[in-house]
C-alpha cells in the first residue's frame, strides 16, 4: 500500500473517502485488510477497549493529528473489523468533532444507526461512519462483480459472500440490499419477532410488518421442518403478508427464503419482482426456478 492520509485531505464524506482510497489502492485484496489500511493511514495502534458497554474508540483531538483505535476485547473477527471500520470513518471524516475532548466512545447502538433526524449531529456522524465502514469492507464495485457471477438473490450467496468479504452476515445483508439490482429486502427475525429491516428504499416497496410485533403469518418463517444454518427453498408467497398491495393494481411477485440461525435469530429475505404489464406467463422462470438453476450451479462448482 502506498496511500497516505495527504491524498485523502478535505474529503468530507464517506463515498468521496472511499472512492479515493480505491482509486490509491485498486488492487485492494478481499477480504480488505482493513487494520493495515488503519495504520497506513496514520492510526499509530490499534488497542483494546477498557470502557465497559462500549463497541470501539478513537483516542484523537480536535485537529485529529493523531489516532488510535480502541476496540472491545474477544469480539469475533467480523465485528472487529466493522468496528475498526467505523473508527476509522470517525479518523478520517474531516467534520467529526468528538463530544468528550479526545475521545469517541461507540456503542452497539452507535454501530448500527443507519439514518438520523435533522439537527442530531452526533447521530450523523455515527451514520456516517458506519457508512463508511461497509463501504470500504464491502466496495460497491466488487459487490457488482459478485452479483454479475450470481445475478439471482439468495441468502446462499449472502453468506457465501459475507464469508469473502469478512464481515457478519447481517452487514452483507444490508449492502446486499443496497447493491442488489433485484428488489430486496432483509429482516432479522429474533424470537419469532421483526427486528431490523433493510431494504433499498428506493427500489423495494414499505415494509409493513411492525418491529417487535411476530413475523407476520404466512410468512414462510413457519414452514416446518427447517434447519438452523440451512437456508430454505425460495418460495413465492403472498405479497401482502409484507407490503401493501394497492387496490386495482396488478400484485407483484414476492418471493421468501428463510434462514434459522442460533440463539432465536432467523434471516429472511425478501425479493419483489412487479408484475410487468404484457408479461407472457410461460416464457418467464419464477424466482424459484431461477434459484434452484443457480444452486445446480453451485453444486457443480
Ligand atoms: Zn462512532
Known amino acids: 500500500m502506498d496511500i497516505s492520509r495527504m491524498d485523502l485531505a478535505d474529503t468530507g464524506s464517506p463515498e468521496g473517502l472511499v472512492t479515493l482510497i480505491l482509486k490509491h489502492e ?4 478481499l477480504p480488505v485488510p482493513i487494520e493495515e489500511l488503519a495504520l497506513q493511514l496514520e492510526v499509530e495502534e490499534i488497542a483494546e ?62 454501530l448500527r444507526t443507519l439514518s438520523a433526524k435533522e439537527g442530531d449531529r452526533r ?48 452487514a452483507m445483508a444490508r449492502s ?13 427475525v429474533k424470537d419469532g419477532k421483526v427486528g431490523r429491516v433493510y ?19 404466512g410468512s414462510l418463517f413457519y414452514r416446518k421442518g427447517l434447519q438452523i444454518g440451512v437456508p430454505s427453498e425460495i418460495d413465492s408467497r403472498l405479497p401482502d403478508i409484507w407490503i401493501e398491495v ?17 440463539n432465536g435469530f432467523a434471516l429472511i429475505m425478501l425479493w419483489h419482482e412487479r408484475a410487468e404489464e404484457d408479461e407472457e406467463e410461460s416464457e418467464d422462470m ?10 445446480a450451479r453451485y453444486d457443480g462448482n
Open 176 to 188: 446486499y440490499a443496497d447493491y442488489h439490482p433485484e428488489a430486496l429486502a432483509f429482516i432479522v
Open 199 to 217: 431494504h433499498n428504499r428506493s427500489r423495494f416497496p414499505f415494509v409493513v410488518a411492525s418491529r417487535n410485533k411476530s413475523v407476520p403469518y
Open 286 to 295: 419464477t424466482a424459484r426456478d431461477r434459484w434452484r438453476a443457480q444452486q
Open 26 to 29: 485498486p488492487n485492494l485484496p
Open 49 to 110: 477497549l477498557q470502557t465497559e458497554g462500549f463497541e470501539g474508540g478513537l483516542i484523537t483531538d480536535t485537529h485529529r493529528s493523531r489516532g488510535i483505535i480502541l476496540v472491545k476485547k474477544g469480539v469475533i473477527q467480523p465485528r472487529r473489523r466493522f468496528t475498526i471500520g467505523h473508527e476509522l470513518g470517525h479518523f478520517l471524516i474531516a467534520n467529526h468533532i468528538p463530544d468528550k475532548a479526545g475521545q469517541f466512545l461507540c456503542s452497539r447502538e452507535d
Open 246 to 262: 394497492p387496490r386495482g393494481q396488478r400484485a407483484p411477485t414476492m418471493s421468501e427464503q428463510v434462514c434459522l440461525q442460533k
Open 123 to 170: 447521530a450523523k456522524m455515527e451514520v456516517e461512519a458506519n457508512r463508511f465502514s461497509s463501504l470500504i469492507l464491502m466496495p460497491p464495485t466488487k459487490l457488482r462483480e459478485a452479483f454479475k457471477k450470481h445475478p439471482t438473490p439468495s441468502l446462499e450467496h449472502v453468506f457465501q459472500l459475507a464469508d469473502q468479504f469478512d464481515v457478519s452476515k447481517e
